[in-house]
């Protein structure tokens, strides 16, 4: 009895000195001290200081460790779980730690974000379709607006392949003869929401099987910029509109869908963009 009360009188003093404690492993301590010696550092705004250390993130099964600095917001996977990442063109490599809380309009406009979604709900390569073929799941096929050209690619007209990608356009007597239906249904005339009209591209696998799907607003309006070598250039009519792509890509082998955003002068780049985010995705896959 003596003996242990001895031993719980020392027990406050030796917590205190940390002597109870075991020894951290001197591959723990080499480990933390290398990771401090390479992390690099950024701003520190309200407390916080922005790193390029790695964050982990899930997708489904999968599991990444992306360095922070690359995430959307330089800092980790959104609350709900979502993950957002972005690059920068021409190099397409995430800006310094830090430097997208107080990035310029010229760096906003360089960005190339990709959101990402485990799909498991739907097959990968359905959930595409349904984004090919938005008039076919939203309306029914009495409705007059299931057979609007500008939902359906089955109802747009192939142009020749330019860039590795095929276009789809409307053909302008469909779009009129969907407009009589329209006004005829509802006793109104048909009135297009001013910007809705989009252009369509798609790339397909060896298998014809579709897996890249862009969107961009109309080239028929002047955009308001041009590419300058590895500039972007506002163009000379201030009035022009900065024209924006959606580009939606699909990786079948592991049910992972990308939605790449950027401004349509850099459509061009289109492959780049898809090769970056499988690289990224592979550079960092922990499993």
Not at 8 to 31: K, R, V, Y
Not at 103 to 119: P, S
Not at 206 to 231: N, S
Request: proline fraction near 8%.
């Amino acid at each position: 009895m003596r003996k242990r009360a001895r031993w719980l009188l020392l027990l406050p003093a030796c917590l205190a000195a940390g002597a109870c404690a075991q020894p951290a492993p001197a591959a723990e301590d080499e480990e933390a001290q290398r990771m401090s010696d390479t992390v690099t550092r950024g701003r520190t705004v309200d407390g916080y200081t922005y790193t390029d250390a790695p964050v982990e993130a899930r997708l489904g099964p999968h599991v990444f460790r992306f360095p922070a600095n690359y995430y959307d917001d330089q800092m980790g996977p959104f609350f709900d779980g979502s993950l957002g990442l972005r690059v920068q063109w021409p190099d397409l490599a995430p800006m310094p730690p830090g430097e997208t809380s107080r990035q310029t309009m010229d760096a906003f406009m360089k960005a190339v974000d990709y959101a990402l979604d485990y799909v498991d709900r739907v097959p990968i390569r359905e959930s595409l379709r349904r984004t090919t073929m938005r008039g076919e799941y939203i309306y029914e096929p009495d409705d007059v607006e299931y057979r609007d050209p500008e939902g359906r690619l089955d109802l747009r007209v192939a142009q020749p392949e330019a860039m590795g990608l095929v276009r789809y356009d409307v053909d302008p007597d469909d779009a009129a003869a969907y407009a009589r239906a329209y006004e005829a249904q509802w006793g109104r005339p048909y009135a297009p929401i001013p910007g809705w009209r989009k252009d369509w591209y798609v790339a397909r696998d060896a298998d014809g099987e579709i897996v890249t799907f862009i969107q961009c607003d109309t080239d028929k309006i002047t955009d308001g910029l041009v590419v300058e070598g590895g500039e972007l250039r506002p163009s000379p009519n201030p009035k022009d509109r900065v024209a924006q792509c959606t580009h939606y890509l699909i990786l079948p082998e592991d049910d992972i869908s990308v939605r790449i955003t950027y401004v349509r002068v850099l459509l061009p780049d289109w492959k780049r963009f898809e090769s970056r985010i499988k690289q990224i995705l592979q550079d960092y896959r922990v499993r």
